[in-house]
Antibody, heavy 121, light 107 residues
Framework: EVQLLESGGGLVQPGGSLRLSCAASGFTFSNYAMSWVRQAPGKGLEWVSAFSGSGGSTYYADSVKGRFTISRDNSKNTLYLQMNSVRAEDTAVYFC??????????????WGQGTLVTVSS | DIQMTQSPSALSASVGDRVTITCRASQSISSWLAWYQQKPGKAPKLLIYDASTLESGVPSRFSGSGSGTEFTLTISSLQPDDFATYYCQQYNSYSRTFGQGTKVEIK
């Protein structure tokens, strides 16, 4: 059974930094593209970033490009999202998602439960 | 970026009703479209991919159709467990955009 467990969310001040983690189990992590998708309170879904399953390619939404960095540690079956220079509009639940299709043309088959990031002074 | 527009934004329906949700893309996305169901406080659940392929384990009352720029999600006979918000998502382009969602409420 695929399990994705996000952690690292919390309250951060505008301009600050936070690192999210997603611990994966139940599948061969290194073989799959992984993404972060977020949802602001009461709003819809927004894809944030993706990391390919092979080749090491990364992809970012324009809204986070230059501020967020996605990475993965296949030895630890973990996906990360380093969030720098955060803004109030980054406040959201951040979901980790697994794709069965190679990036950058994927839908999201499995999702974690999400971790809440709140940007506020 | 490709924009995805769902209609309606919300609808009220009764158990047993046939429900149709439409998703329009701002440019052709071939059949690169997925549909998700989300309940409050939960992660989205994949229902359909490639516009019309039912994800394993999803009830057959859900179906998807369309190609190019216009797509539909149909629930043939609405069940109590189906009251939720539904999102479409295109994966034709780098931006992987979602529609704004359609909330299905109990009439």
């Amino acid at each position: 059974e695929v399990q994705l467990l996000e952690s690292g969310g919390g309250l951060v001040q505008p301009g600050g930094s936070l690192r999210l983690s997603c611990a994966a189990s139940g599948f061969t992590f290194s073989n799959y593209a992984m993404s972060w998708v977020r949802q602001a309170p009461g709003k819809g879904l927004e894809w944030v970033s993706a990391f390919s399953g092979s080749g090491g390619s990364t992809y970012y939404a324009d809204s986070v490009k230059g501020r967020f960095t996605i990475s993965r540690d296949n030895s630890k079956n973990t996906l990360y999202l380093q969030m720098n220079s955060v803004r109030a509009e980054d406040t959201a639940v951040y979901f980790c998602a697994k794709s069965d299709r190679p990036a950058p043309a994927e839908y999201f088959q499995d999702w974690g439960q999400g971790t809440l990031v709140t940007v506020s002074s | 970026d490709i924009q995805m527009t769902q209609s309606p934004s919300a609808l009220s329906a009764s158990v047993g009703d046939r429900v149709t949700i439409t998703c329009r893309a701002s440019q052709s996305i071939s059949s690169w479209l997925a549909w998700y169901q989300q309940k409050p406080g939960k992660a989205p659940k994949l229902l359909i991919y490639d516009a019309s392929t039912l994800e394993s384990g999803v009830p057959s009352r859900f179906s998807g159709s369309g190609s190019g720029t216009e797509f539909t999600l149909t629930i043939s006979s609405l069940q109590p467990d189906d009251f939720a918000t539904y999102y479409c998502q295109q994966y034709n382009s780098y931006s992987r955009t979602f529609g704004q969602g359609t909330k299905v409420e109990i009439k």
